[in-house]
């Protein structure tokens, strides 16, 4: 039941002539699908309408030749057939009573056009990189013209495919920021020099779509609020006054902060709400409705910014990938039910380098049309009287029981070695900064609970004949993997030679477990690239080692660059006293230290006490083997499959885990679900 | 008229059930088409057909679910949908009576399987890395029936779609390497061991294929043969063994070597046949047909490779992109029009990381289907009398002419300021490693002398006043760019501070025109990242100099990285011992040295005598300004229109300003032709 606390959060607001039945926003944000994978982009944001986002929008949507973002993929809003596929996806959120928004999206010197080979243009060409092919021009006044022209075009299209929300795209640095900055609009005609000319073209641009659109559709523009560099140098109270300017035109205003990186700023650096203290500004400067985003998932929290006054819809991204449901949830009163949000930005490397959105906490994401998969719905397994055994509480094992458990198996035992479930993440939520992450535990702790015909059994170890004696008839094995200090290093012919007598090195686990290093300097070696080595590397800095990370890579950790959260990363590291060093092949552990060689092949060596190995994970997946080993055995004891899944198949990213207990469970009625079933591909419009 | 020593280039050969009209054959190669832009695909092949190329294949064509490649585009081919849309290629080939080829493909360990989700697979998981996402898990024996299973359903469908030779991809380090290697296959089954199990799952899949479709098809594998490191350490002995083994299942052998980067090796570091002394021995090994590639443009060096047994066929993939006609021309006598493959791999950075592949010497590539473009066939001008003056003879300004003179127009005047022509190539093509992109002026210079309507004038700068009165009724200014050493940071706020009284720094012109640094120790500042700082470098260290080549990039010229040139330039800077600092942002030229930050906002210095700036260019623009500055003198002049092309407009990279010249040529019939003409969109088969 709703809470009266939380009653705010569904009232209906007003934005032009466009009514949002409550103050849920789904703001724009890429997912890979854009306007190319139709049906897989209209059931991943039909979905948000259904769990209750009143309005829900899809990406960007460049709408000029010239605003090429190969290879990204964008929701191009170019011709009818752009049209066509996305009608689609707004009749879906449609069929939910939600409102449909469209991003219209210039990106001016920001946008590739190597595809295209269109040269890049900018409202001037002065400070202009050519990081892209070619450095961009400056804007004459037909183009000018034509973009607009060009918005207009991709307004009446949006109006036409039922979207009833036209933005007029404007943060994040792209063509628009680019007016409003002194530091790249040079320009000394009608649309440079002060503020008032340097808004001109957005301010145009506006009117414009308006006039086109805006007694059918809402008018919004996203804008960057920011009092510290800004983005391009524009800072809050310049923005503030644009938003005096543009307030006529204008129906809602979407609210960010900085760049991408930090927009999007994951949890290990930014807190919830930390765009705040500027987005928050804006209603200095309008009475029109504004959303802002600030990674929240705790109702009471929204409540209290609606309630302040700074924003009239919460706006979301991640939280809406991670929780679909969110709304619904606080709706009914289900607040332990919300799936929160770790900001990892898991669905911004899967869908920024990958080109197909995916998400650490809800496996369902991005797998709505082609694996027919929702996240709130299971289909009811044929033969419930099957007994289920997980033997291990990672993330895999707790997300295959909880998927069991919902589609009604009568009895299913999640059985767990340690004292506490979480598997790997029960010492990774320990890293600095990574305690967030925590929630990936805790959700699927809360969600069990509520399973009565699944049970939590902690503490408890199986061997091969435990596991024949449980009495199940299905076994499945989630043992995980743990990190080898052996030496070996993947993909790399010549394993790193260890001193005689040791057989392995300080590993993750290890130092997460109590050991630590023998003597102050320490070589962290991360052949890994992601969180795990950095992670390590912190905590024993800050405990007072003094810590050299080492790793093969061009740079520290280069799977942070797709996460947004590279630089920063490096800084902290760097901030934090962590010494590193880059195209290193770590070959040997030395009376001194260790050697090893350049990434020129010169020798190289550092004086440590102690190594730490990153280096790979190897499967725990000795109680499997030990099963299959002995079918007769298996069969005598009345277990009709064994499977195996997660980190014990392979070592994996979380996310991958997550998904992997998740499919086995939606697919366990399968002839043979060891393969994934067979996928939909999706179709043009 | 063909050439009597050039007449066994043209001699038929068969490939098992099938005939090569001539032995000419563009080897499987990735465009960024893949089975999603069906008739990009089917243009892009057919015209390479038509140029004379008696076989010619598409891209690797994944077969199974865990070969997902995303976000790289392949021709996939598991399905009707996949083999409808390749069937249009199959056609435009058959169209011109060459040999279609599709190569089946796997990746195992190498298929990333984000997008997909799958677990990675590989003959053996002890040695996999977690790059993308999950380890790699050791292939069961169901795997192994499934991957073959999906390699035959793959070659029926290609059979069915028209293709008629058949690959099992076995080079590049891909699945069918990773099982004949013993770095990557540890397995103790029948799958392992020694080469003859380490050969099985090869030999199996050849002989599955051959069975369903070797009646119809000509089944071709294309293996990698190699005796420094191999790929994967496998060394030729090893494959020529194989090869003995597959040879009764082979109607065709695909030989390269090493890794892609060296397989593709540009011409900055692998001459022209640089992979005979491996590829050539495989005649060791089998009498069946041979195809190896070798950058080759020259017809007498083809020829004596094929007289020498070494191969049947000509393979190609770059030499076929920069010019589809080379066959056709080796035919007709034309040898001087051979548009000869500069080994830039523009080609690979395009369709790598863009999605299109182009090229820097066919501006065409890439273009036949969305802008009807064909490589040797202009659309006569309507209204040839009009006398065109085109300004510079840069990239730009040669193609644009030459393209006007096949066009048909009456008088084309192309002047060049200096001495000779081709603008910055003129300079660029005497950096260290650079020599062979002077072919892009060498062939147009042929090009532009064979054509009667075109003259060429060098040593002539024209005022805006002569360019009135010159008598043209067209201008087209080609003025290019030159490097600016004001110190501007392109995308930074902060400029770089110079000496008082200094008013710019050296640049890469001024190095090139002779002048040198005011002492023995130099910083080049690279913000480029491309080819000209590394070139500087290199060039003032074979001179002597002590050169530390400085960039805020977090490695040195990063685009290298996706020409595949970036480790081997890396450590070619380093062996010719030139220093390299990255993630370092210049700030001011000191009375010492130069003073800037790290990218952790450190200070940092470097005691130098000199600097030299390669950070940003600047369009030489001066002439066009005062041209329409000045409208009525125009119109007095008879001038209809004045027109700015290149890196007059902006700079970019060379290919672009090819491509800008042109584009122009091709569409300055149009009534506006500043603006590009839109292109077609692909459809869906």
Redesign the interface.
């Known amino acids: 039941m709703l809470d009266a606390r939380h009653a705010i959060l569904f009232e209906p607001v007003t934005i032009g002539p466009k009514v949002l039945p409550n103050r849920f926003y789904q703001v724009p944000h890429a997912s ?1 699908f854009g306007s ?1 994978k139709p049906l897989t982009q209209a059931a991943f944001r039909g979905i948000k309408a259904e769990g209750g986002w009143g309005g829900v929008c899809v990406e960007y949507a460049p709408v000029s ?1 010239d605003a090429d973002e ?2 990204h993929v964008a929701a191009n809003l170019r ?1 009818d ?1 752009d049209a066509a596929a996305l009608r689609l996806t707004a009749d879906a959120i449609h069929r939910h009573g939600s409102l449909a928004g469209m991003e219209l999206y210039h990106g001016g010197n920001s946008s ?1 056009n ?7 243009i900018a409202p001037t ?7 892209w ?5 400056e804007m004459t006044l ?2 000018i013209s ?1 973009v607009q022209a060009d918005f207009v075009a991709g307004a009446r299209l949006a109006r036409d495919a039922g979207f009833d929300i036209v933005y007029v795209y404007g943060a994040h640095g792209y063509l628009l920021t680019q007016f409003l900055s002194t ?1 790249s609009n040079r320009r000394t005609d009608a649309y440079g020099g002060n503020l008032a000319g340097r808004a001109r073209f957005a301010l145009e641009t506006l009117e414009m779509v308006r006039t086109a659109v805006g007694d059918d559709c809402a008018i919004a523009t996203r804008i960057c609020v920011d009092g510290r560099r800004g983005v391009k ?1 524009v800072l809050i109270e310049q923005m503030l006054e644009f938003v005096r300017l543009a307030d006529p035109l204008v129906d809602l205003f979407d609210v960010t902060v900085g760049s991408w990186p930090e927009d999007s700023g994951t949890s290990r650096y930014y807190p919830e709400g930390h765009q705040l203290p500027w987005t928050g500004r804006v209603r200095e400067a309008t009475a029109k409705p504004i959303v802002g985003v600030g990674r929240y998932t705790n109702p009471d929290q929204m409540a209290a910014v609606i309630r302040s006054g700074a924003f009239d819809l919460i706006g979301a991204a991640r939280p809406a990938i991670a929780d679909p449901f969110l709304p619904r949830k606080i709706h009914e009163g289900r607040l332990a039910d919300i799936r929160e949000c770790t900001g990892a930005n898991v669905c911004i490397m ?1 869908e920024e ?4 959105v ?1 998400c650490i906490q809800n496996a369902t994401a991005g797998e709505e049309y082609r694996r027919g998969w929702h996240p709130e719905r299971f289909d009811p397994t044929p033969e419930p009287g099957r007994a289920i055994l997980v033997v291990g509480a990672g993330p895999a094992g707790m997300e295959c029981a909880m998927v069991l458990g919902r589609r009604g198996f009568d009895a299913v035992h999640l059985v767990e070695a340690e004292d506490e479930i979480g598997g790997r993440l029960r010492w990774t939520r320990r890293l600095p900064t990574l305690g967030d992450w925590g929630r990936i535990t805790d959700w699927r702790r809360t969600q069990l609970d509520q399973l009565p015909n699944v049970e939590v059994i902690t503490g408890r170890r199986l061997s091969a004949a435990d596991v024949r004696d449980y009495g199940a008839s299905i076994v499945i094995v989630a043992t995980g993997s743990r990190w080898s200090g052996d030496g ?1 290093q ?2 790399r ?1 010549r394993p790193i030679s260890l001193p005689a007598g040791t057989s392995e090195a300080l590993t993750p686990e290890r130092i997460m477990m109590g050991e630590r290093p023998a003597g102050q300097r320490v070589a962290v070696y991360d ?3 992601y969180y795990v080595g950095p992670g390590i590397a912190e905590l024993l800095a800050a405990e007072g080692y003094e810590v050299c990370l080492v790793t093969p890579e ?2 520290v950790s280069p799977i942070s660059d797709d996460t947004l959260e590279g ?1 920063m990363l ?2 902290h590291l ?2 934090v006293g962590v010494a590193m060093q880059v195209g290193i092949t770590v070959l040997e552990r030395t009376p001194d230290g260790i050697g090893g060689e350049t ?4 020798p190289w060596s550092l004086d440590v006490d102690d190594l730490v190995l990153v280096t ?4 725990t997946d000795d109680l499997y083997r030990a099963l299959v080993a002995d079918p007769q055995a298996l069969s005598a004891a009345g277990i009709d499959a064994v499977h195996l899944i997660g980190d014990a ?5 979380i ?2 885990s997550v ?2 207990g998740h ?1 086995l469970a939606r697919e366990i009625d399968l002839p043979d679900p ?3 079933a ?2 939909l ?1 999706d179709q ?1 419009a």
């Open positions: 890979g190319h030749a190969a290879p011709d057939r590739k190597v595809a295209s080979r269109h040269a890049r060409a002065a400070t202009a990189s050519i990081d092919g070619s450095a961009a021009r037909d183009d034509r530091w140098g899967k380098a990958f080109g197909h995916g070996t993947p993909e012919s052949v890994d690239g061009p740079v630089p490096r800084q760097h901030d990434e020129y092949g010169d790979h994970q190897v499967p198949v392979s070592p994996r990213w996310s991958e998904f992997d499919r060891t393969f994934p067979a996928v591909r043009p």
